[in-house]
């Protein structure tokens, strides 16, 4: 079967500008959620979203946000884009959110965002 | 707060032997579930191994061996008889039960020497 699609795999932004990051999950799959990876910092949690709510959020500024679709499908935005923000972005789904067993993360390619 | 830490930036091993990449791990939670992610230099992070916290064996995947020790708080990767496929950046894992946040080690280099 399918895996997690993301689009667009690379693009370039200049400072200022915002984002959109698609993400469309593996099929049946109803989390949704989402990494920043930088050199300096790692793999950092965005968010989650469970049915199109938002389960859990990590520690960004308000520019992050996002969003899931009656689908399953979401997206990320970023407003006012900083050097900063240069990142692989990684969208990765799962059957659940949370419990007790494996309930697997299977992540995507990434989107690689470059901020001039 | 859960913490994961990663002390081998790079590790050198031969191929067709066996490596062990180091992880423990902080948490005040009794539920929880480790994971061990692949990720070669195209970034896609590939699921290697899962273990429960209250997993009473040790998991097995493969070539791929979790040697969970609780009481130490360690949940290292063994990669038996080691491929050059096998080269990547290796990240461990924590989850809690309550959704779906992943906290990362910082991962290790893995180069397979033929």
């Known amino acids: 079967k399918a895996g997690v699609t993301q689009t667009p795999r690379y693009l370039i932004k200049t400072r200022g500008q915002q984002v959109t990051l698609s993400c469309s999950p593996i099929?049946?799959?109803?989390?949704v959620s989402w990494y920043q990876q930088t050199p300096g910092q790692g793999l950092q949690f965005l968010f989650e979203?469970?049915?199109?709510?938002?389960?859990n959020k990590g520690n960004f500024p308000g520019r992050f946000s996002g969003r899931q679709f009656s689908n399953s499908r979401s997206e990320m935005n970023v407003s006012t884009l900083e050097l900063g923000d240069s990142a692989l972005y990684l969208c990765a789904s799962s059957l659940y959110s949370g419990t007790s067993g494996a309930n697997v993360l299977t992540f995507g390619a990434g989107s690689r965002l470059t901020v001039l | 707060a859960q913490k994961i830490t990663q002390t081998q930036p790079g590790m050198f091993v031969q191929e067709k032997e066996a490596v062990t990449l180091d992880c423990t791990y902080d948490?005040?939670?009794?539920?929880?579930?480790l994971f061990w992610y692949k990720q070669p230099s195209s970034g896609e992070m590939i699921f290697l191994i899962y273990?429960?916290?209250?997993?009473?064996q040790n998991a097995t995947e493969g070539r791929y061996s979790l040697n969970f020790q609780k009481a130490r708080k360690s949940a290292n990767l063994v990669i038996s008889a080691s491929q050059l496929g096998d080269s990547a950046m290796y990240f461990c894992a924590m989850r809690d039960i309550y959704g779906n946040k992943l906290v990362f080690g910082a991962g290790t280099i893995l180069r397979v020497k033929s």
């Open positions: 099929s049946g799959h109803r989390s």
């Open positions: 979203y469970f049915s199109e709510t938002q389960r």
């Open positions: 273990q429960g916290s209250y997993d009473e």
């Open positions: 948490t005040s939670d009794q539920s929880y579930g």
